[in-house]
């Protein structure tokens, strides 16, 4: 078995040099000695399917696709951490943390990196699961995603402990997030607000091929060891210390940003360096996490239902700039609301230029008495839209008049109105406003709507100047031969918008149903309504009651849905695109679709819900799961509502039966 020989072995070098390269980021070989390994096994690896292996290094760039993330429970819980904004905070904590443990003190300092959080588990040594946080108790099994991260270790080394679980914080850096955005940009896709976001909504999509490509990252702190204990680890920092030695990404990885310290004066100078430094850090941090270092300290202190005792971030404060506002200018979204943005003269802020700012509403900008001329402080936070915070009143300029907003829409000049109960002003032209139809084509285009490649905002802009598209059904009348007589548009990328266009015939009506626009109709809502009346047909007949029977719908929504349904330009866009062949009815597949997701899942339902008990009993079957009558050590979950009786609830607590609300039940199954 030569070949297996030979496929076992560089699969082990090949994560050698990849710790080397990206965790420790000393490569001993080339790149092209790297490619040439990774070539010869893929090649070898086609040749021999039956030994296919997740974890090999061939897997790194993805291809994997998840459709549904299964949801799991962690196998403990996966808490947050207490907040302090103040030095005082800090010593007040540490002082407690120095009376309650007799005198004996040893923090550990490091970053608190904004990101995701992430628990992995290995077992064999090999990653066998990756799971977001969730609520804390049920997470959700991202791990097709997470093998692309190529600093998070597939296979750990020999003197690695068999099975383990060890947490910490996917990011995006800096520059992978504007590489994003620029080609985002470029394409005319909707930008990305921060690191952090896209680092999340990278997680959650179903292409492990696509994640691999946006360059995430890691830092690992967490360690657990199932059978072996604690191994002869006695604290924070030897854990952290081995976790490197087994091959992750730790805070060991950057120079000062993990330190063990004896005194209060030693944090705070943590403190002060980082609250500096953290400027030219290559990926967003928000504050410094202080953890007591001895485990057997930490579990004398314990932990509240929250947060552990013996762990504290302090946040850094956010980072302000002065600048002059010059003009407000306003633009209109889909929906027809308007969004003030202050412009203003360039001024540095947390490492980046800032000539733009949000002002959100007519009411903001009156209550700061925000005027164009002003001096206006300007706030960076953790979004990359930063926005205007207040007004430096010494420096306003005599002749400075208060701001009258808009009264009219920027762009089709109609009045703008204001209902009494709304911060916002709208423009009421929803039928004849070009940026409402714009945006709202691309709204229907989008990648969580109809998904139509290659239909961004400028390509819509430009078949709107042609004339070609004045609503979202003229798509579907596109021709080749119209399409060639635009500018930049060759036959490669009017093939690609056709057929874009064609595959969307086949997005699920669920989608279609949140691509309509419908406002107050997001995604959850779309994918309820499409369930539960099955058809367009059903859910445009539904009247105002009807549609009050879903929890999820209120009276605006129904209201909303109503409205938009009586509205005669809006019957003929069905109409159109009706006659187009898009999906209008929920397909029986999808239905059966996620009925597995309780499989072997053993359920107590108990107390009372918005949904009668029977329902949620039905629910729990046709999703694969089995009822029991009591709670026992055979049961998983225990499914809790109002009135539960506090003996059950202390049962299933001591028996260590995970509990679920209605809203945690219904999350679980996609709902
Ligand atoms: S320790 C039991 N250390 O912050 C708490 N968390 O606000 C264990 N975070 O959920 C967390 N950097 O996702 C810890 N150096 C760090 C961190 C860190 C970022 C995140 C983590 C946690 C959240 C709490």
């Known amino acids: ?18 710790h080397r390269y990206y965790v420790l980021a000393e490569p001993i070989i080339s790149d092209r000695e790297f490619d040439a390994l990774l070539a010869e096994l893929t090649l070898l690896e086609s040749a021999r399917p039956d030994l ?13 696709l998840t459709d549904q993330f299964e949801k799991v429970p962690h196998s403990r819980p996966m808490l947050s951490l207490a907040n302090s904004y103040s030095r005082e905070e800090v010593e007040e904590w540490a002082d407690r943390i120095h009376r309650e443990s007799a005198g004996e003190m040893r923090f550990t300092c490091e970053l608190k990196y904004d990101g995701v959080a992430i628990a992995l588990q290995y077992e064999g040594r090999r990653l066998t699961r990756a799971l977001t946080r969730g609520d804390g108790t049920v997470g959700e099994d991202i791990t097709t995603n997470v093998r692309t991260i190529r600093t998070i270790p597939l296979a ?20 992978e997030f504007e590489k994003l955005n620029e080609s985002r940009r470029e394409k005319g896709e909707k930008l990305f607000a921060n690191p952090r976001n896209t680092a999340a909504g990278t997680l959650k999509l179903q ?11 890691c830092f690992l702190y967490g360690v657990w060891m199932d059978d072996s204990g604690e191994a002869g680890i006695s604290g924070h ?14 805070p060991l990885a950057l120079v000062g940003a993990f330190e063990v310290v004896e005194t209060v004066e030693g944090v705070m100078d943590y403190l002060a360096y980082w609250d500096r430094a953290r400027n030219a850090l290559p990926f967003a941090v928000d504050g410094v ?18 947060a552990p005792r013996w762990a504290l971030a302090y946040k850094f404060e956010t980072e302000q700039g002065i600048t002059r506002l010059d003009h407000i200018a306003y633009q209109v979204g889909r929906t027809g609301a308007i969004t003030p943005v202050a412009h203003l003269d360039p001024v540095p802020i947390a490492g980046t230029t800032v000539s733009k700012a949000s002002l959100h509403n007519a009411d903001q900008i009156a209550l700061m008495d925000i005027r164009e001329g002003d001096t206006v402080r300007v706030e960076k936070g953790g979004e990359i839209i930063p926005k205007v ?12 008049v208060p701001l009258e907003f808009a009264t009219h829409c920027p762009d089709c000049k109609a009045q703008l109105v204001r209902a009494e109960d709304e911060a916002k002003h709208y423009c009421p032209n929803t039928s004849g406003c070009p940026e409402q139809i714009k945006g709202g084509i691309q709204h229907f285009a989008s990648r969580r709507a109809m998904n139509i490649d290659g239909l961004g905002e400028e390509g819509i802009a430009q078949l709107w100047a042609a004339g070609m598209v004045r609503d979202v059904a003229d798509l579907y009348a596109l021709e080749m031969p119209a399409l060639l007589t635009l500018d930049r548009m060759g036959e490669k990328r009017a093939g690609n918008l056709l057929s874009g266009i ?31 009346f099955g058809s367009l047909e059903s859910l445009m007949a539904a009247g105002e009651e009807e549609l009050l029977e879903l929890d999820v719908v209120g009276p605006v929504i129904a209201e909303a849905v109503v409205m938009w349904f009586a509205d005669e330009v809006n019957l003929e866009r069905v109409q159109h695109l009706r006659s187009a062949g898009l999906q209008w009815t929920i397909l029986e597949e999808e239905e059966a679709a996620n009925s597995q997701v309780l499989a072997d899942r053993s359920f107590v339902v108990s107390g009372v819900f918005s949904i009668p008990r029977d329902e949620l009993k039905r629910m729990v079957e046709q999703h694969g799961g089995r009822l029991l009558g009591s709670v026992s050590g055979k049961t998983d979950f225990l499914l809790a509502g109002e009135k539960m009786g506090p003996a059950k609830r202390e049962k299933a607590e001591r028996l260590g039966v995970s509990i679920l609300s209605e809203a945690q039940f219904l999350a679980l199954l996609g709902l």
């Open 1 to 18: 078995m030569q070949e297996e020989h030979r496929i076992a072995e560089l699969r082990r070098i090949l994560h050698e040099h990849n």
């Open 237 to 250: 920092a030897a854990g952290v210390q081995a976790a490197a030695d087994w091959g992750f990404k730790t």
């Open 156 to 175: 750990l080394p020999d003197h690695a402990p068999d099975r383990l679980e060890i947490r910490g914080e996917i990011i995006l850096p800096f520059a």
């Open 52 to 64: 296919f292996d997740p974890n090999s290094p061939t897997q790194r760039v993805g291809g994997g």
């Open 289 to 306: 996490v202080l953890k007591v270092d001895g485990y057997a300290q930490r579990r004398t202190l314990g932990s509240t239902a929250k």
């Open 389 to 400: 915070v207040g007004v430096v009143l010494d420096q306003r300029p005599a002749d400075s």
């Open 207 to 217: 292409d492990s091929a696509a994640v691999a490509r946006r360059g995430l990252d």
């Open 502 to 532: 064609e595959d969307s015939k086949e997005i699920p009506f669920e989608r279609v149903l949140f691509a309509l626009g419908i406002r107050h109709v997001g995604e959850t809502v779309a994918k309820r309504l499409a369930r539960h």
